[in-house]
């Protein structure tokens, strides 16, 4: 079952700060995220694992909410080079295949 | 770096055609998968394939076909592509632990 990203859409200033969520409704193992620049392939940017973990890469951070189901990605001070699609992957076991939501547009404008 | 090679960008077919798209991959993962992209529908898997002559259905596998002869490439098929196929098609690949790698797509256009 495909996960539900909010929002679908969203604008910003260069500085500004976004959350991305990601929700199941089935309990999960792990959480993927992955940017896509308009023409490009999607980019692997980091994995959650059960455990209710938090990473940071840069000034993008990510949480993993397991009693929730639900990923949130922090973008904070955002930058021009952060516009893009962002997904996130659910995998509901390890070695399940990855179920991919609908994506967040996130543009960020000088 | 892992490459994920998808031989054609862009493809023009008509109703009825038959369709290859390849994707040749050059780190030796297990796993390959085929996705189709539309706006507001994000990434669907049509199928996977876990290894070599080993197959299975994704989530939206009507219409399609695959074929995976040799560990480094996964072939996807339309055997009568139909214009409800137009989509982006990206390919992609995973070793254990499930971080997928994917190529830059294949925009087909079913006229």
């Known amino acids: 079952q495909q996960p539900v990203q909010s929002p679908q859409a969203v604008i910003l200033r260069e500085g500004e700060d976004a959350v991305i969520n990601c929700s199941s409704s089935k309990a999960l193992y792990s959480v993927h995220w992955y940017r896509q620049k308009h023409g490009e392939a999607p980019v692997f940017l980091m994995i959650?694992?059960?455990?209710?973990e938090q990473k940071g890469h840069d000034k993008i951070s990510a949480s993993f909410n397991e009693k929730k189901q639900q990923s949130s990605l922090y973008l904070t001070a955002s930058q021009l080079s952060y516009s893009g699609t962002y997904f996130c992957g659910t995998e509901r076991k390890y070695g399940n295949k990855l179920v991919f939501g609908a994506g967040t547009i996130l543009r960020v404008k000088s | 770096d892992v490459k994920v090679t998808q031989s054609s960008r862009y493809l023009v077919k008509r109703t009825g055609e038959k369709v290859f798209l390849e994707c040749v991959q050059d780190?030796?993962?297990?796993?390959m998968f085929w996705y189709r992209q539309d706006p507001g529908l994000g990434l669907r898997l049509i199928y996977f394939s876990y290894d070599v002559k080993m197959k299975e259905k994704g989530d939206i596998p009507e219409g399609y076909s695959v074929s995976r002869e040799k560990k480094e490439r996964f072939s996807l098929i339309l055997e009568s592509a139909s214009t409800n196929q137009t989509s982006m098609y990206l390919c992609a690949t995973a070793a254990s632990g499930n971080t997928i790698y994917f190529g830059e797509g294949s925009w087909l256009t079913v006229v």
């Open positions: 959650l694992l059960k455990g209710g």
């Open positions: 780190m030796d993962h297990e796993n």
